[in-house]
């Protein structure tokens, strides 16, 4: 059954803070692979004009993904998430996150089409700190494949 169109729009209320530690961004930028000494050594983010460690770029889909949970679990929708695969993700910054950063997110969905049988869902998590300032946006493409039919 296809996804209804009417969610298009449709905004989710912001999530509980979630607070940016050294630690985690450490660990992903190590799971990663990437040796950005900013990602891990509060000096070389300060030289570079930062006030601690920042995170990765990609870092962000660790928060976004978990907001995204709000969608997906929305009984109204109608999503069965054991066919979804994730599509496709973007992300555009007006700051990097840092270490310290409490941030939350603003999960909507921007657009649901189907093809050749698949629900196709677009949602946009605006994330914000403390101040209500914007950090980040992130865009995630999921994919409902369609249904077996029966033999």
């Known amino acids: 059954m296809a996804l209804d169109q009417s969610f298009v729009g ?6 509980p803070a979630y607070e940016v530690g050294r630690e985690k961004i ?11 000494p900013a ?3 509060p000096e070389a983010a300060k030289a570079l004009g930062y006030p601690d460690v920042i995170a990765p770029p990609t870092f962000v889909f660790l928060i976004t993904f978990k ?3 709000q969608v997906i679990q929305d009984p109204q929708l109608g999503l069965d998430y054991s066919r979804v695969v994730h599509g496709d993700q973007k992300f555009a910054y007006t700051r990097p996150v840092r270490a310290g950063d409490r941030l939350t997110v603003t999960s ?5 089409k189907t093809m050749a049988g698949n629900d196709i869902m677009d949602v ?5 700190d403390e101040s209500g ?6 865009w995630m493409k999921l994919v409902a494949r369609a249904a077996k039919e029966a033999s």
Do not use: K, M, Q, W
């Open 67 to 69: 907001a995204t949970g």
């Open 39 to 41: 990602y891990v050594d």
């Open 133 to 138: 300032e914007h950090v980040a946006t992130a």
């Open 10 to 15: 449709r905004s989710y209320p912001p999530t």
């Open 124 to 128: 946009r998590g605006d994330l914000h």
């Open 26 to 36: 450490r660990e992903f930028a190590e799971a990663v692979g990437d040796t950005n």
């Open 108 to 112: 909507t969905i921007e657009g649901i």
